[in-house]
């Protein structure tokens, strides 16, 4: 019951120059799954990793950072489903280490050039021995045409596969991008229970593609939330291979530097917002939009604290325009000294609320109308400032908890 | 489906000496419900509250803290359901000093001698009229005796009244303490969509007693939480009559200070634990205690995280003993310098988890046979310090979608 979520025909999907990709059953938690991929990047290719700022972080997330940090130059990665790898202690971090082995041993590399990565149940040992005995066919595997299929390899509670692509022309030289991502529930900010692959033929600085991811991310996967629960294993990538012929892009005065960031961070929302439009029971797709605020944090504040809401989701289920929990969420987002005598509040573009009370043109069915629809702008004005900022979230649904409810079983 | 709400018979329920309750049909929102329900207090009542942290603060809310700042002595409270009056702005603000207005003048009384308190649907006009034109009947019906009926008149989407009576020795005076409660949802801290009233014939000095509510609320309402929404109108009032004979107790060194702060705090917890066991679509009660922190702020957050995850929430539903969720919540609580390599967690007398990682000895049946009980102790070690904080909280259901998706149609 995905929310509008647009899945690309097999035609729309560019491949990137330089990412092969190859895809194993290995048999993680259920037999007969596609569980295992293997992502090789050809030499020189650059990356650039963001990872959770939960303090439980995956033994995956912890040895990616470090393998970031050795500065070998990044050549392949590996995405189990079915075990996070997380709250396994120095078990989990020793097969975690093993699985970077294996993989560097048989593609001719050394294990710090391998980035790890882990989906799925918490607290349970990653059966290791599985997973490396399926590298091999994995890497058999290896080609170029492989994104679709790795978009549906890397999905747990997902229904549909995230996948999107692009082509952007960079001085006359196409440069194509190309992404997946997964992603269901536990979906917060900082990050969210998802993982994000994102690669380009374009050729960037190092350097400048980390500092880069991470604005990108802040801008698309850390605005985007089910649940209001950060995940252990959340990650994402960019990897530039620089195979598209077009010059290495060096500095942000690069002028090419701004076409590139644009067309990455808009490749980066549309996953983000396709983890939102397929969450785990979703029936409506909110952009919650908050204007003058005094800062961008006291935006955010006020934009999740709705976000976040329960009755305020549960309410967008059920097509209810009970406002006032929108007014209620605001007033407890903690901002201490907000008037709310100053406050607005549209839904779609109907003025439901001004000066922090019911607008007296407001009537119940303009709310219900919009609240009918499957995608609803909500965007208030606080009379602070001039900060604002954007949020992307579902309803809360029946569904949701049965999803969660029956995880495991 | 009441998580064991103990509903105490009529003969357990004492009369407050100084307290009359008359309660009447108003109409607000439904015909045929009985709404309205006023207190009157005998002349020297103390009476201290505590309210709503919300920066939307219901037109009730601000009245009542405007009366008790007034400091003539408060002699009534007038209590409406199926309407919060708030988000209603000035005309709001009329519609609760009119209230005050009519009830004086029936009264006796000047208005700032009256509290006046309203729960129900958020941003619609106060139907004032309606409610005016029922304060005769619930005046005509003023009798001592009237506690379980005004349990059942303060309730909106609660299944069941919630009540509690006890009566302690005081230097040898049999001292009464009576109080209801309401709420079921929009539970959070700071404070709920509460409404608690607490009874002592006990005499206490008036300045005492402001201090001692604000400290049981921080032990009692402040430390419940359903579903992290904290509503606009929010109140905890306790009523000190004097009428029992035991001389007044006017210092925190007078002996019998201890004995009775205990005695009110127990029925405040007692009142606040009420609403959980009664939380909208809950089946389970849980205890979240965080110990080995350093400070009591930082065992909240902890607790908080825990008690708020849907994730979290759903799996108790399910009886699943998916406690990486836990793990994951505690990771995100935002400790930044959080050791996990330190954290213990306990599911009952069940050791999960050590050095935040799963104990060896763990069984899979253990947490399972601990889940599937209808009364669940959640006890994490952080082994950062001493401090340690309790919070309470309920499962996250079908029904609670149910109740919140539907409850104005």
């Known amino acids: 019951m995905a929310v509008n979520l647009h899945i690309p025909s097999e035609s729309d999907i ?32 650059q990356v650039a990793g963001v990872f959770t700022r939960n303090r439980f972080r995956a033994a995956p997330v912890q040895v990616c950072e470090q393998h970031l940090a050795a500065g070998k130059g990044i050549r392949a990665l590996v995405i189990n489903t079915g075990n996070a790898n997380a709250g396994t202690g120095e078990p989990g971090l020793q097969a975690t280490r093993r699985t970077c082995d294996e993989l560097a041993g048989l593609l001719g590399l050394s294990p710090e050039q391998i980035l790890p990565f882990s989906t799925g149940v918490i607290l349970e040992p990653l059966p290791v021995d599985r997973l490396v005995a399926a590298l091999p066919a994995a890497i058999a595997g290896l080609d170029a045409g492989q994104w679709f299929a790795a978009a549906h390899s890397i999905m747990t509670t997902d ?32 990050m969210a229970t998802m993982l994000g ?104 504040k006020v934009a999740y604290a709705i976000a976040q809401s329960p009755l305020v989701k549960t309410a967008f289920y059920a097509s209810d325009p009970n406002l006032g929990r929108i007014l209620c969420a605001i007033g407890y987002a903690g901002i201490d000294d907000l008037d709310v005598g100053k ?51 579902c ?14 079983s």
Chains 1, 2 share one sequence.
């Open 14 to 45: 560019f491949a990137v120059n330089g990412v092969e990709i190859g895809i194993a059953e290995a048999g993680i938690r259920k037999a007969g799954r596609r569980d295992l991929t293997v992502f090789r990047l050809v030499e020189g290719a």
């Open 159 to 190: 229904t549909q596969p995230k996948i999107h692509s692009r082509r952007i022309a960079l001085d006359g030289v196409t440069v194509t991008i190309t992404g997946i991502s997964k992603g269901a529930g536990m979906i917060r900010p900082n």
């Open 197 to 300: 692959f994102l690669a380009t033929d374009a050729a960037i600085d190092g350097a400048l593609l980390a500092g880069l991811t991470r604005e990108i991310a802040d801008r698309s996967f850390n605005r985007i939330t089910v649940d209001g629960d950060t995940s252990t294993n959340d990650s994402f990538i960019i990897m530039a291979t620089g195979q598209s012929g077009a010059p290495v892009v060096a500095s942000r005065n690069d002028p090419r530097f701004a076409t590139l960031q644009q067309a990455l961070t808009e490749a980066a929302l549309e996953l983000a917002q396709k983890i939102v439009r397929d969450a785990e029971g979703a029936t409506k797709f909110m952009t919650i939009r908050v204007e003058q605020a005094a800062s961008p944090e006291e935006a955010l």
């Open 343 to 393: 406050v607005s509040l549209w839904l779609g573009d109907t003025l439901v609320a001004s000066r922090g009370e019911r607008h007296p043109d407001y009537q119940e069915e303009d709310g219900q109308r919009v609240m009918k629809e499957p995608e609803i702008d909500v965007r208030v004005a606080l009379g602070r400032g001039e900060a604002s900022e954007t949020v992307y979230t």
């Open 395 to 408: 309803d809360f649904s029946h569904e949701y908890v049965s999803i969660n409810a029956d995880y495991r």
